[in-house]
């Protein structure tokens, strides 16, 4: 539902060194052959592969050298019968050369190379050490596809091509709300029945990693009038708006007060999981409201679940949702839930197979074990638990996830 919703941001360009992170607005195809020219892959000398038979340590070779080529230079002769060029590692191959034979096989490595002359100690295979035109990627190659973060070897590509500037998406602007009396500044001391705001801070990172831009908002209180004021202050600039705590069902779920009375369009109100079934969405002057639960966890688990598909897809992603695979639970979870139950977990591989295992203590209100997880557990719904060696389903969740 939240997918669909999403409508893929405008375009704008970045400098290639800027781009890091960003996300293609265009497809990419090679302009060129790579390499364009026949590329020695070693340092040592151009020959003939015929002119190489029958050489062996014991019974070198030798060959009359007529040139030297460095990397960046073009040849100036053609390797004749009887003859070698000294070449560098990425250096054209000259005309009439097949072949490259690394330095370690001639005489050249002892200083035993007589003057203008080389030995081979070894009998060589046409097109050994030798890089084709074309061989790398053929002109008019699919190379990268629209939505694709750039990494290293993405920029490696652009710049291979000559994209000194590169079209990507706009970066999503978000808001990030905390509500609650009973929230802090960090930078506060401590007072009784009262925490720090943390929540922010890791919806904050949370939006960075999946590449928009985050602008954490002062601390709301339990009022739903000056929570709607501020919250529609944020929709005239904003994308997105993440707002978490106030959707339970308490006195003092302010963000429930609001979706009773407001005049945007609510996608839900609730969601069949645990953790976070108090979780609301909908959008609000034409732009999305996500409302996560105050509890560290369940807040942590409702962005990745809902909020890091929805900018994933208004930036050109492919496939916008968790990469999923299959582990087996290393350790028996022994709570049953009514809903599907998605546990923050641990992955590592024993004996070969992928194991999962809960990162740390799982309760919905403890925060120190977020740092750990790599991936969410889907338990289904139902029973009293699941047993140690099942077969789950887990979502890749995070940094490298695409």
């Not at 265009?26 to 590329?39: D, N």
């Not at 993440?242 to 006195?251: A, F, I, Q, R, Y």
């Not at 942590?300 to 909020?307: A, N, P, T, W």
Request: charged share 20%; glycine share 12%; net charge negative.
């Amino acid at each position: 539902m939240i997918i669909e919703q999403a409508r893929v941001l405008e375009t704008e360009e970045a400098e290639l060194t800027e781009a890091y992170g960003r996300r293609l607005a265009c497809p990419v195809a090679a302009a060129s052959p790579v390499p364009h020219f026949r590329r020695s892959g070693v340092d040592g000398y151009a020959v003939r592969a015929e002119d190489t038979a029958g050489a062996a340590g014991d019974r070198p070779l030798r060959l009359q050298v007529t040139e030297t080529i460095p990397a960046g230079a073009v040849p100036q002769q053609r390797v004749e019968a009887g003859q070698a060029a000294r070449i560098m590692t990425g250096a054209v191959v000259p005309e009439g050369a097949d072949t490259v034979i690394m330095l370690e096989m001639t005489d050249a490595m002892e200083g035993a190379r007589a003057c203008g002359t080389v030995a081979l100690h070894r009998a060589m295979k046409r097109g050994e050490n030798i890089t084709e035109i074309g061989e790398e990627t053929a002109p008019g190659e699919p190379l990268l596809e629209t939505g694709r973060v750039i990494g290293p070897g993405e920029a490696a590509i652009l710049a291979t091509f000559g994209w000194s500037r590169v079209p990507v998406f706009r970066r999503p602007k978000v808001a990030v709300f905390s509500t609650g009396s009973e929230l802090l500044p960090v930078e506060a001391e401590l007072e009784p029945g009262r925490i720090r705001c943390s929540n922010s801070y890791m919806l904050a990172c949370q939006v960075q990693e999946a590449g928009g831009t985050a602008r954490i908002m002062s601390i709301l209180p339990d009022d739903a009038a000056q929570v709607e004021a501020e919250l529609l202050k944020a929709v005239e600039w904003a994308d997105v708006v993440v707002t978490t705590g106030g959707v339970s069902v308490g006195d003092k779920d302010v963000l429930v007060e609001l979706f009773e009375r407001w005049d945007g369009e609510l996608w839900f109100n609730k969601i069949a999981m645990r953790p976070g079934s108090p979780t609301s969405a909908g959008r609000w002057r034409g732009k999305p409201l996500f409302a996560l639960s105050g509890n560290p966890g369940a807040c942590y688990v409702g962005f990745e679940l809902l909020v890091r598909p929805y900018l994933r897809a208004v930036m050109g992603a492919a496939s916008p949702l968790p990469a999923e695979s299959t582990a087996q639970l290393g350790c028996t979870y022994g709570k049953g839930s009514a809903y599907p139950r998605y546990v923050r977990g641990t992955t590592y591989v024993e004996d070969g197979l992928l194991q999962a295992v809960p990162a740390g203590h799982d309760k919905s209100s403890i925060m120190v074990s977020i740092k750990d997880a790599d991936c969410l557990i889907h338990l289904p719904a139902g029973g009293r638990g699941t047993e140690k060696g099942t077969q789950v389903r887990i979502l890749h969740i995070g940094r490298g996830t695409g």
